[in-house]
């Protein structure tokens, strides 16, 4: 996982209530194993036309106009739905770093923690400025510090998101859970040295 410090990115906004994630990334997408190639299949449904080839000209993410977005605004309650981690791992591939909406389902944000993308969480006022902003010009762009946990608007305001402090450390360093946990392979042997395992004897 890379490390996630400053994210500067333009915005693409999808304005749509409770996004599910079969509508992030549909079920049958979900028998690989590998996240490579997943990020074609984002949004899939609404993306393509019935042929599932054809990309659909009145969807967003076809516009050319918003090629390359890194963060994408959504609208309320996003992630909800069934717990597949191939969500995050979807959006990742298709070049998202952020998702800023103003509610996330809970295991959908802690699989995107767990993945590199950072949830955003705003207030519904600022919600609804960047979907103005993003429809207004393709160019906007905002800035995310995650160690500040702060979000930067095209006009200076600045907006704190909440972050709890293990994900922020998994994002700055680039680690997952696993990797975490190897990293504190040092301090585990010294733990183990300074406290030998004790050996119940029989009388």
């Known amino acids: 996982m890379e490390k996630l ?16 994630t079969d509508q992030i990334i549909p079920a049958r997408f979900l028998k690989v ?14 993306r393509y036309l019935e042929d599932g080839a054809t990309p659909n000209p009145d969807f967003i993410l076809n516009n050319p106009a918003y090629a390359g977005a890194s ?3 959504a609208g309320n ?3 909800c739905g069934s717990s597949r981690e191939h969500a995050p791992w979807a959006l990742i ?13 809970d295991i959908f944000r802690n699989n ?9 969480i705003v207030d519904e006022e ?16 905002v800035s995310v510090d995650v160690e500040a946990q702060r979000l930067t608007l095209p006009d200076g305001r600045q907006i704190q998101f909440p972050l709890d402090g293990f994900s922020k450390y998994c994002l700055l360093n680039g680690a997952d859970q696993l ?10 042997r010294d733990f183990e040295a300074r406290n030998p395992q004790r050996v119940e004897t029989t009388a």
Do not use: H, M, R
């Open 5 to 20: 410090k400053q994210i500067q990115g333009t915005i693409v906004a999808i304005p749509v209530n409770d996004i599910d």
């Open 77 to 79: 309650n996003f992630g």
């Open 126 to 141: 600022t919600q609804q400025q960047l979907f103005s902003l993003a429809d207004e010009d393709p160019d906007t762009s």
């Open 179 to 188: 990797g975490y946990l190897l990293n504190l392979d040092a301090e585990v």
């Open 112 to 120: 995107a923690l767990k993945n590199g993308l950072l949830p955003v």
């Open 33 to 46: 194993t590998d996240k490579n190639g997943l990020g074609k299949a984002a949004f899939c449904d609404w």
């Open 71 to 73: 963060v994408l605004i």
């Open 93 to 105: 591939g298709a070049g998202f770093k952020a998702v800023i909406s103003t509610e996330f389902a």
